[in-house]
C-alpha cells in the first residue's frame, strides 16, 4: 500500500499552531496600515524640521532688529530691516568683504586643483587590474576614515618645516590630501567605470596619448561626477573652519567661517549684526549651487535608469 506524505501546510509551524497558505493569511487591517503610514509621516515631518529650523531662523532673524530678535527669535520680519546687513557690510575691518574674498579663493583654487588631480588620478586606477586597484582605494580610504583633526598637527608641522604655515598656499596645500581628494577620487572612479573601454582603445589606435584621452575624452564624458565633486568639495571648504584657524592664525586673516567666530564677543553679542553675516555668508554658495543644480541632479541620478 502507497502512502500519501500530509500536506507540507498542514505542518504545525513554530509553537504549535498551524501554518495558513498564503491566500488564507490574515490581511492588515486598515486601520493599522493608516497608523503606521500616519506614524512615518510624522517622523519624517520632525526630521525634516530638524534641518529646517536652523535655517529658518538664520532668515527671519537676519531682518529683525536686536529687540525684536531677543524678544521672539521665531517670528516673521514684519516689517523687514536690511539694518543687520548695512552695518555687517560698513564694519570697520572690513570683515565681510575680506572673509568673502578669502573663502572664494581658497574654495575656488582648491577645487580647481582638486578636480584635475582626482580626475586624473581616478583614470589611472580605473585602467588597472583588480588587485591594484583595490588597494589604491584602500590606502585612499584612509582619508576618508581618518577625522581631521587627528590629521590637523602633523599638517600644520609639516606646513611650517617647508615654510608655508600662516599662508594662504599653506591652507590651499592642505586642502589637497586627505579626504577631499579620496571624495573625488572616489566619485570619479565609480563613474569612469561606465566609460567603455573600445573607446579608449580607439583613441590609443589613432595615436592619442594618455592624457589627451583623459582631457578631451574622458573628462568630458563624466562631467556630472564633475559638477558633483565641484558642489561638494566646495562647501566643504567654504564651510570648514579648523584648517583656517589653525593654520592661517588670527593675525593673518580669515574666511567668512572665522570671521563669524570673530563676532561672538566675550560678554555681549550682537545677534543682529551676527545673523545678517551668517546670511550674507550662505548666500554665495546656493548661488553657485542653483548655477550648476543640473549637472548636480545628473550626477546623483546616474545610472538610476537606462
Known sequence: MTTIPRDTRDRPAAGGRTALPPSLEIPTPPRRRRLGGRLRVLVAAAVTLVFVAPIYLMLVNAFKPQDRILDNPVSLPWPPTLENLTQALSRPDNLIPLGLRNSLIVAVVSVVLIVPLGSAFSFYISRKSGKVKAAILVALSAGLMVPPQVTLLPTIKILTWIGLDHTYPGLILSNLGGGYLSFAVFVYVGFMRSVPDEIIQAARLDGATGLRIWWQIVLPLVRPATATVAIFL?????????????????????????????????YSVDYGQLFGIMFLAGALPVIGYLTVQKQFVAGLTSGATK
Not at 238 to 262: A, E, K, M, S, V
Request: proline share 6%.
Open 234 to 266: 566646495t562647501l566643504w571648504i567654504w564651510n570648514d573652519f579648523l584648517n583656517p584657524l589653525f593654520i592661517l592664525g588670527p593675525l593673518q586673516g580669515q574666511t567668512i567661517t572665522t570671521g563669524l567666530y570673530l563676532t561672538i564677543g566675550q
